[in-house]
């Protein structure tokens, strides 16, 4: 059981370029998540998704965009690159609600240089 | 929205000695709570959760949290740490009406021989 996979692990990309962050769980939960994680701040939400066709603004959206067309996809597209955006990024699944607990991937590094 | 500080950026305990990491919470009414631990270069994994109920809840790794209404703490305990213990532990707290986790910026366990 594969659980909650993001690719890539690693990434650079220079100021203005665009990427799409994968995110995939074969647990048929409905609920995704994405966060970013900055030393010291904890782990901030940026999109949530409660099944496919639905998403929704988390805490911090600007400058992302997701798109939910499976259950099982939950991609995170960065259209213009900013140093702002260099971060740990971490997609996260649920079953229901009440949440039991999420099941969080093993994250990407992005740099933006 | 609810809120989380965890107070301690940093702690060290010796192998074998008691841990209580602290969490305070802020919400309007009773939330959900949760406890995860990462280790590095890893996802986040959940070690225990509270919905409701016995205020005292037992999780993985042997690690206990009590629930205090009176107080809004929600507080990680293990009897005897042991070195694989160390990692940096997130407490996150859920409205019971909402899909936004909040986590704490996290406190750092170092472990002495």
């Known amino acids: 059981n594969a659980g909650v996979t993001q690719t890539p692990k690693f990434r650079i990309l220079k100021i203005g370029q665009s990427m799409t962050l994968q995110c995939t769980q074969d647990?048929?939960?409905?609920?995704m998540y994405w966060y970013r994680q900055d030393p010291g701040m904890g782990l901030k939400l940026i999109y949530y998704s409660v099944g496919a066709g639905i998403t929704d603004k988390g805490e911090v959206p600007n400058g992302y965009n997701v798109s939910r067309s499976t259950t099982e996809d939950f991609p995170l597209r960065l259209e213009l690159a900013a140093p702002s955006q260099t971060s740990v990024y971490f997609c996260a699944s649920s079953p229901t609600r009440p949440n039991y607990g999420y099941t969080f991937g093993s994250g990407t590094r992005l740099t933006v240089v | 929205a609810q809120s989380v500080t965890q107070p301690d950026i940093h702690i060290t305990v010796s192998e074998g000695a008691s841990l209580e990491l602290r969490c305070n919470y802020s919400y309007g009414a009773t939330p959900y709570l949760f406890w995860y631990v990462q280790s590095p270069g890893q996802g986040l994994q959940l070690l225990l959760k509270?919905?409701?109920?016995?205020?005292l809840v037992h999780g993985i790794k042997g690690f206990e949290a009590e629930f205090k209404r009176s107080q809004s703490s929600f507080n990680l305990r293990k009897p005897s740490v042991h070195w694989s213990d160390a990692a940096e532990y997130f407490c996150?707290?859920?409205?019971?009406?909402?899909?936004?986790?909040?986590f704490g910026a996290g406190t750092r366990l170092t472990v002495k021989p």
């Open positions: 996150a707290v859920e409205g019971n009406n909402n899909n936004d986790m909040r």
């Open positions: 647990m048929n939960h409905n609920y």
């Open positions: 509270y919905f409701s109920g016995d205020t």
